[in-house]
């Protein structure tokens, strides 16, 4: 067998679709289980189409996912160039071949004499009026036109395409290794434009001839391209590689969470949440300058996003969820893609952000910490960084969410929240609280289990019980009701300021103080 080589194949047209993202994914795993290669090609052969800066996009958002292409424009192996717009040249005898052959032919209808055929077609009733086997023979062509007439239009400059000669009858096969066995009549297949008139070859044709080129052994793109499949196949065939073919997977959709329809920018402009993995700024469908934002700007950990994106109409077999890259490598197979499409959850999203988020360790965290301290002109050593965030971290869903919650650790209650206060600020709860915040006061450190200890003897002295004071202290302590480990928060402020602090809420609560 000979290696396994894939290929993510996007074209620069604007900002990534994270559909795109998931493919180029696949790809990758795909490659790296097999011992393979996986290869980026930038196809930009279609310049009206084409957008500045969005081939730069997409290398960053490949890179800030961690899938890293063993050959591309940037890293070329040995089957460069690896943008099409550079392998111009390289097409032209592919065309002659297939002209010589006779399975192509040179056309020179002009636009009005297209719109004129498809009028016509249209006022007969055809359902879907092509360009044919059948209608070829009415139109402008090699086909219908003498030699000396194709020559001489072509030596005066008249502009003209190639198109291919889709056989009239025959049956079409390719074994999809997601879908199985598809089968398509070659007169549903129109006579596709493989060479521009600006000499540019068309999607189809630098698609085959690349792949071929660059010895691909698999296919693996969006369903979207399950309808080109049959012309790309013709192509193999018509081209004399047939034996050597790749073999195709075409991907399921992503779908609206709703489940109606294909994921777009829009749905996710309305619901609120990132389609596209890092932010940009592109022409949008009018044309005018439209913002896409990303996954990483929401602040979401590239680990956990692809964990996101692998279970987007894949999955392992097991109730197991959490997958290291490494791990997706080890489990992912075709075998096991869906062929339905797969519905968007933004809330799955977040919630292995969230996982993610738990499981990395304290030290990274805590320069959220000492960043977000430093800008609102508070000192944080990074011992105390990385307590708190071991406190919170389990807490938060997104990293910017440590700083917001870590603030009680810097700045005093703004307010005490009322219902806790009504029902919770109590003479017994202030006796207690005075007597513990008296001893905390006297000591210069303290850990959670002293904290805890102390507590338990100022409650005894009173004979009250923990569960009467804990919510009163905490709210002295930090203004709210809930929030993480209130001895460990202790242990962190330290007892002169948590004696301070409810000193301070003694005070400014005196007279709400419940009987
Ligand atoms: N250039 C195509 C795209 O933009 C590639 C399709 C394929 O993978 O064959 O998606």
Redesign the pocket.
């Known amino acids: 067998m000979s290696q396994v080589r894939v290929?993510?194949?996007?074209?620069p047209?604007g900002a990534l679709h994270i559909g795109?993202v998931r493919?180029a994914l696949y790809n990758y795993l795909f490659a790296k289980k097999n011992d393979g290669k996986f290869i980026l090609?930038v196809?930009d052969t279609d310049q009206s189409r084409y957008v500045k800066g969005a081939e730069e996009y997409i290398k960053e958002s490949l890179e800030w996912c961690g899938i890293n292409p063993d050959e591309s424009p940037y890293h070329p192996g040995e089957f460069g160039p690896y943008r099409q717009s550079e392998r111009k040249d390289l097409y032209k005898q592919y065309v002659d071949q297939l002209l010589e052959n006779d399975l192509a032919y040179y056309a020179f209808d002009t636009p009005e004499e297209l719109d004129a055929m498809r009028e016509r077609l249209k006022e007969a009733k055809v359902h879907n009026p092509q360009y044919n086997s059948i209608t070829r023979m009415q139109m402008s062509n090699s086909l219908t036109l003498s030699a000396e007439d194709v020559k001489s239009k072509i030596d005066s400059g008249v502009p003209y395409v190639v198109r291919i000669k889709v056989p009239a009858k025959e049956d079409i096969r390719i074994n999809d290794l997601i879908r199985g066995w598809v089968k398509v009549h070659s007169s549903t297949i129109d006579d596709k434009v493989l060479m521009k008139s600006d000499g540019m070859p068309t999607?189809h044709l630098a698609?085959v001839v690349d792949?071929h080129l660059m010895k691909i052994t698999h296919?693996?793109?969006?369903e979207?391209?399950l309808p080109?499949a049959p012309l790309?196949v013709l192509l193999y065939k018509f081209l004399g590689w047939e034996e050597e073919m790749p073999q195709f997977a075409h991907l399921p959709l992503l779908l609206k969470p709703d489940g109606n329809g294909k994921l777009s920018k829009r749905d996710g402009d309305k619901l609120g949440f990132p389609v596209f993995p890092i932010n940009g700024d592109f022409p949008g469908k009018d044309g005018s300058l439209e913002h896409f934002s990303g996954y990483r700007e929401a602040g979401y950990l590239p680990d956990g996003f692809i964990n996101f994106i692998a279970f987007l109409g894949w999955n392992p077999g097991t109730e197991q969820e959490i997958f290291s890259v490494p791990e997706l490598v080890e489990n992912f197979s075709l075998e096991r893609i869906n062929k339905a499409g797969a519905k968007f959850d933004i809330e799955k999203a977040k919630w292995y952000n969230q996982q993610y988020l738990k499981s990395t360790p304290e030290n990274e965290l805590a320069n959220y910490i000492i960043n977000g301290s430093k800008e609102a002109g508070f000192e944080c050593s990074e011992s105390t960084a990385i307590k708190i965030a071991g406190l919170l971290k389990e807490r938060v869903t997104f990293i910017h969410e440590l700083w917001d919650d870590a603030k009680i650790f810097f700045e005093l209650p703004e307010s005490y929240d009322d219902k806790v206060v009504k029902k919770k600020w109590t003479q017994e709860a202030v006796t207690v609280l005075t007597d513990y915040g008296t001893t905390l006061g006297s000591l210069d450190s303290i850990n959670s289990e002293e904290a805890k200890s102390t507590l338990e003897q100022s409650l005894e002295k009173f004979g009250i019980n923990i569960g009467r004071v804990m919510q009163a202290l905490r709210l002295s302590i930090t203004g709210a009701g809930g929030g993480p480990d209130l001895m460990m928060i202790i242990e962190v402020l330290g007892p002169k300021e948590v004696s301070k602090r409810i000193e301070i809420a003694i005070d400014t609560l005196a007279e709400r103080v419940k009987s």
């Open positions: 290929r993510f194949a996007p074209s047209t795109g493919t090609r196809e999607y698609n792949d296919v693996i793109r969006g979207e391209w080109s790309h």
